[in-house]
C-alpha cells in the first residue's frame, strides 16, 4: 500500500518529533512498571511478576531504541547518504525486536527453574492493585500508540503496539497466576511464567519477520499497483503500465521506475507535461519519487520510419 504523504516540511518535522515523545514516555511508563513490579514480585516471592516486571524493563530498553532511531532517521540526506537515513527506523524496530526475543528466552529459563524449584508466592492488597494499575496503564498507551501511528502507519510504533498488548495480556496472566496459587499446591507461578515468555516470544518473531521484510525489501503488492494505475488513468495520453520498480529507504523516502507506454508520441510536448504532472502527482500526494521510462513504437516529426525504442526521461521531483 502507498503511504500518504502529509505537505513537505512538516510531516517528516513532525513523524520525527511524534515518534521521540512516544519514545520518551514509553522509556517513562516502562521504567515506573519495572521497579514497581520487582519490588512487589520479591517482596511477594513471585517469579511471574518479577518476569513480567523483567519485560517491563526490555520495554524500556526498546523505547530508548525506538527513540534514538526516529532521532537518526530524521537526519537531512548527505553526499555519503543521498536517500536519507530513513532506513533506520526500519533498523531500530529489528533491533527493539531482538531485545524482545532475549527478553522472552530469559524470562522462559527462570520459569522453567522456578517450575523445577516451586517456592510459595504471597498475593498482598498492594500487588494486587498494582497488577491491576499496570494493565490499566498499558491499555491507555496502547490506546495512545494506535491513534498517533494511525496517521504515520510506522513499523516500530506498531510493534510497540502489539507489544502493549501483548504486557496487558502478560500481567493479567500473572496477576491470575498469583490468585490460583493460593488454593493449589502446582507451581502455577513458574507456569504462568513460561506462559508469559511465550507470549513475549510470539510478540518478537512477529515484529522481528516484519521489520526483516522491511530490510531485506518486499514486492510490490497488488494494491500499490492498482493505486498507480489509477493515478496514471487521470493523464489519458500515457496510455498504460507494463512494468514498476519501487524501492523503499524509508517511510519519508521511496523512489520509483515505471515503464509506460504512451498513445501519442513520447517527444510530443503534451506526452512530456502529462509525464511531468504525473510524478510531480506521486511525489506531492504519495511522497514517491518517480521516474518514467517508455517503451513504444512511434513516429516521429510525421515521418514514416518507425522506431522500436526503450527511451529514458527522468522527471524525478527531489528535494
Known amino acids: 500500500m502507498i503511504q500518504k504523504k502529509f505537505p513537505q516540511n512538516t510531516h517528516i518535522s513532525e513523524r520525527q518529533r511524534i515518534g521521540q515523545l512516544a519514545g520518551i514516555i514509553g522509556i517513562a511508563v516502562n521504567a515506573c512498571l519495572f521497579f514497581l513490579k520487582l519490588t512487589l514480585g520479591l517482596l511477594s516471592n513471585s517469579v511471574s511478576v518479577i518476569a513480567d516486571g523483567f519485560n517491563n524493563l526490555g520495554?524500556?530498553?526498546?523505547s530508548l531504541?525506538?527513540?534514538?532511531?526516529?532521532?537518526?532517521?530524521?537526519?537531512d540526506a548527505d553526499t555519503k547518504h543521498?536517500?536519507?537515513?530513513?532506513?533506520?527506523?526500519?533498523?531500530?524496530?529489528?533491533?527493539?525486536?531482538?531485545?524482545i526475543i532475549i527478553t522472552a528466552l530469559s524470562v522462559g529459563k527462570f520459569s522453567i527453574m522456578r517450575m523445577l524449584s516451586p517456592e510459595p508466592s504471597m498475593l498482598t492488597t498492594k500487588l494486587l492493585f498494582a497488577?491491576?494499575?499496570?494493565?490499566?496503564?498499558?491499555?491507555?498507551?496502547?490506546?495512545?500508540?494506535?491513534?498517533?501511528?494511525s496517521k504515520f502507519d510506522s513499523a516500530v510504533l506498531n510493534a510497540?503496539?502489539?507489544?502493549?498488548?501483548?504486557?496487558?495480556?502478560?500481567?493479567?496472566?500473572?496477576?491470575?497466576?498469583?490468585?490460583?496459587s493460593q488454593f493449589t499446591s502446582l507451581p502455577v507461578?513458574?507456569?504462568?511464567?513460561?506462559?508469559?515468555?511465550?507470549?513475549?516470544?510470539?510478540?518478537?518473531?512477529?515484529?522481528?519477520?516484519?521489520?526483516?521484510?522491511?530490510?531485506?525489501?518486499?514486492?510490490?503488492?497488488?494494491?500499490?499497483?492498482?493505486e498507480i494505475s489509477t493515478v496514471i488513468k487521470k493523464y489519458y495520453v500515457l496510455g498504460d503500465m507494463k512494468a514498476l520498480y519501487i524501492y523503499d529507504f524509508g517511510p519519508e523516502k521511496q523512489v520509483a521506475f515505471l515503464k509506460i507506454v504512451p498513445k501519442v508520441s513520447p517527444h510530443f510536448k503534451e506526452t512530456q507535461n502529462a509525464i511531468q504532472n504525473f510524478t510531480s502527482q506521486?511525489?506531492?500526494?504519495?511522497?514517491?519519487?518517480?521516474?518514467?521510462?517508455?517503451?513504444?513504437?512511434?513516429?516521429?516529426?510525421?515521418?514514416?520510419?518507425?522506431?522500436?525504442?526503450?527511451?529514458?526521461?527522468?522527471?524525478?521531483?527531489?528535494?
Not at 527513540?67 to 532517521?73: I, K
Not at 543521498?82 to 526500519?90: A, F, I, L, S
Not at 499496570?134 to 491513534?147: D, E, G, M, Q, S
Request: aromatic content about 12%; hydrophobic content about 45%.
Open 59 to 62: 520495554d524500556c530498553i526498546s
Open 65 to 75: 531504541v525506538t527513540t534514538v532511531g526516529f532521532y537518526l532517521s530524521g537526519k
Open 82 to 99: 543521498p536517500y536519507g537515513y530513513g532506513r533506520m527506523e526500519y533498523i531500530s524496530g529489528f533491533i527493539v525486536a531482538l531485545l
Open 131 to 149: 497488577q491491576i494499575f499496570a494493565i490499566i496503564v498499558k491499555l491507555i498507551f496502547a490506546f495512545y500508540i494506535h491513534v498517533i501511528n
Open 160 to 180: 510497540t503496539l502489539k507489544d502493549s498488548l501483548a504486557d496487558a495480556g502478560v500481567t493479567t496472566a500473572a496477576l491470575l497466576s498469583l490468585l490460583t
Open 189 to 226: 507461578d513458574g507456569i504462568a511464567g513460561f506462559i508469559i515468555a511465550i507470549m513475549i516470544l510470539g510478540a518478537g518473531i512477529t515484529s522481528f519477520k516484519e521489520h526483516l521484510d522491511l530490510l531485506l525489501g518486499n514486492s510490490v503488492n497488488k494494491k500499490t499497483i492498482e
Open 282 to 319: 506521486l511525489k506531492n500526494d504519495y511522497n514517491i519519487d518517480a521516474t518514467v521510462y517508455w517503451d513504444t513504437t512511434h513516429v516521429e516529426n510525421h515521418s514514416t520510419k518507425k522506431k522500436q525504442s526503450f527511451t529514458y526521461i527522468n522527471y524525478s521531483q527531489n528535494n
